[in-house]
T-cell receptor, first 113, second 117 residues
Framework: SQQGEEDPQALSIQEGENATMNCSYK?????LQWYRQNSGRGLVHLIL?????REKHSGRLRVTLDTSKKSSSLLITASRAADTASYFC?????????????FGAGTRLFVKA | GAVVSQHPSRVICKSGTSVKIECRSL??????MFWYRQFPKQSLMLMAT?????????EQGVEKDKFLINHASLTLSTLTVTSAHPEDSSFYIC?????????????FGAGTRLSVL
């Protein structure tokens, strides 16, 4: 069953702009992860944020986590055409053994050159 | 980094035939592997969790007799779609957890696109 809901479902921006994607989830979690998927390909892990962390950075990526609101956001700064992909949040709910990962619906990002 | 190899990347078969998809961890021991299905423009849906040497745990609504999972070694899990039908056409992705490391990370295969005619 899916746990995460993401918005927007689709996002189209110009190269150089920032892209923000949001994710909400329903149950308590151990951690939340963001993945990228290029069309018809496998998943690439971007970043993991633990339930006791509020913000994390990796290069042009910034992830926030608000456990009180059960939500997370992924910010991609200075976007590039190569960032065009689908982005999924994924949570590891508590009480599932610590490793069962549930994916959100995803945001399809299109960066125009 | 950890690599998961999934084979084949694409398969086209006739309705009624069975298809086997392999998922291998190349440089680590995968005590747990996961199988997901993804329909076009949709998210990944967890089908089953596979632990080495034991029966797979299937998610609600997934037919275990339809989707046979075998995890006979620490580096190989297979998913067999039995008597495939056109509605089974989908993108199947496996992932593996490194049993030798204390991590929540899963490593994903590149996926298998199944088309049933």
């Amino acid at each position: 069953s899916q746990q995460g809901e993401e918005d927007p479902q689709a996002l189209s921006i110009q190269e150089g702009e920032n892209a923000t994607m949001n994710c909400s989830y329903k149950t308590s979690i151990n951690n939340l992860q963001w993945y990228r998927q290029n069309s018809g390909r496998g998943l690439v892990h971007l970043i993991l944020i633990r339930s006791n962390e509020r913000e994390k950075h990796s290069g042009r990526l910034r992830v926030t986590l608000d456990t009180s609101k059960k939500s997370s956001s992924l910010l991609i700064t200075a976007s590039r055409a190569a960032d065009t992909a689908s982005y999924f949040c994924a949570t590891v709910p508590r009480g599932t053994g610590g490793f069962k990962t549930i994916f959100g619906a995803g945001t399809r990002l299109f960066v125009k050159a | 980094g950890a690599v998961v190899s999934q084979h084949p990347s694409r398969v086209i078969c006739k309705s009624g035939t069975s298809v086997k998809i392999e998922c291998r961890s190349l440089d680590f021991q995968a005590t747990t592997m996961f199988w997901y299905r993804q329909f076009p423009k949709q998210s990944l849906m967890l089908m089953a969790t596979s632990n080495e040497g034991s029966k797979a745990t299937y998610e609600q609504g997934v037919e275990k007799d339809k989707f046979l999972i075998n995890h006979a070694s620490l580096t190989l899990s297979t998913l067999t779609v039995t008597s495939a039908h056109p509605e089974d056409s989908s993108f199947y992705i496996c992932s593996a957890r490194d049993g030798g490391r204390s991590t929540d990370l899963q490593y994903f295969g590149a996926g298998t696109r199944l088309s049933v005619l």
